[in-house]
C-alpha cells in the first residue's frame, strides 16, 4: 500500500510517501511544499493546493494521512492559518479520489516512538531508525509527515 503522509503549514508543508508491505515500509518520496510568506494568503492556498493536486496525481497513493488540526490557547491565530493550508490540502486530496484520514498528534507520537508526548528529536530519530535513513529527515516537517504514514501503516497492521 502507498501511504502519503501530510504535514499541514503555511509557510512549509511536509511530505513523505512509503510503500507499506507486511511488515516491510520503504520511502518512495519525501520533502516540503513552500509558499511565498511575502504572497497573500489566497495566493499562498492556491500554491498549496495546485502542489498538493500535483502530488498526489504524480505519486499515486492509496490513502493520504493528515495530523488532527489543533489548537493552542497562547497561539491561536497559528491554528487558524493551519486549518486553512489543511482545508485546501484535504480538498486536494478528495478531488483525485484519495482516501483521506487523520490521527491526533498524541496517536501518531505513541505509535512511532510507544510514548504519547515524546519529542521531535525522538520522532526524528526513531522515523529514521525504522526506515533505514542513513541520514535523520530536516525539515522536522518531512518527519512529521513520515511518521503519519508510518502510524497509518501500523493502523493496518493491526487490522490484517
Not at 499562498?44 to 498526489?56: E, F, G, P, Q, S
Not at 505519486?59 to 494521512?65: G, L, M, N
Not at 504519547?116 to 535523520?136: C, E, Y
Amino acid at each position: 500500500m502507498r501511504i502519503l503522509g501530510i504535514d499541514p503549514g503555511l509557510a512549509i508543508t511536509g511530505y513523505g510517501l512509503i510503500e507499506s508491505s507486511d511488515r516491510d515500509l520503504k520511502v518512495i518520496e519525501a520533502g516540503v511544499i513552500r509558499s511565498d510568506v511575502k504572497d497573500k494568503i489566497e495566493k499562498r492556498l492556491l500554491a498549496i493546493y495546485r502542489k498538493v493536486t500535483d502530488l498526489v496525481k504524480d505519486t499515486a497513493p492509496q490513502v493520504a494521512v493528515l495530523e488532527d488540526l489543533y489548537s493552542h490557547y497562547k497561539h491561536p491565530r497559528t491554528s487558524i492559518l493551519m486549518g486553512h493550508a489543511r482545508g485546501v490540502i484535504c480538498l486536494a486530496v478528495k478531488e483525485q479520489g484519495v482516501q483521506l484520514v487523520s490521527y491526533p498528534s498524541t496517536r501518531v507520537k505513541k505509535a512511532v516512538t510507544g510514548r504519547g508526548h515524546a519529542s521531535k528529536q525522538q520522532i526524528q530519530r526513531t522515523v529514521a531508525n525504522v526506515l533505514r535513513l542513513s541520514v535523520l529527515p530536516e525539515p522536522v516537517d518531512i518527519t512529521d509527515a513520515l511518521a503519519l504514514a508510518m502510524t497509518h501503516a501500523n493502523v493496518c497492521l493491526r487490522k490484517l
